[in-house]
Nanobody
């Protein structure tokens, strides 16, 4: 079973940048994704990257502003968030999935990080 430890997040002003980190350990996975959740809503897909780092995928709402990347030497996946908007404020989760199921669906993921809060003030 994969364990995921998240770090980063916090408070930013609109237009600022933040970086989230996710360090997986144990087990194997095919894709690591980032999701976000606001009160009263389900987890929505933000971005995903394959284990190899060869392919990355983004929700349209963050395309061009967020970048997902993998540092194999540190075994860490990053979500660089630039040009933050108030609507980006949420709890962000990283998660891993095997080689089946939709990368865009939280139900396809079987291991989750603890979540980290991102606040964006206008």
């Amino acid at each position: 079973q994969v364990q995921l430890v998240q770090s980063g997040g916090g408070l930013a002003q609109a237009g600022d940048s933040l970086r989230l980190s996710c360090a997986p350990s144990g087990g194997t996975f095919y894709t690591l994704g980032w999701f976000r959740q606001t009160p009263g809503t389900g987890r929505e897909f933000v971005a995903a990257i394959t284990r190899s780092g060869d392919s990355a995928y983004y929700d349209d709402s963050v395309k061009g502003r967020f970048t997902i990347s993998r540092d194999n030497a540190k075994n860490t996946v990053y979500l660089q968030m630039n040009s933050l908007k108030p609507e980006d404020a949420a709890v962000y989760f990283c998660a891993t999935k095997p080689d089946r199921g939709s990368r865009y669906s939280p139900g396809s993921y079987d291991a989750w990080g603890q979540g980290t809060q991102v606040y964006v003030s206008s």
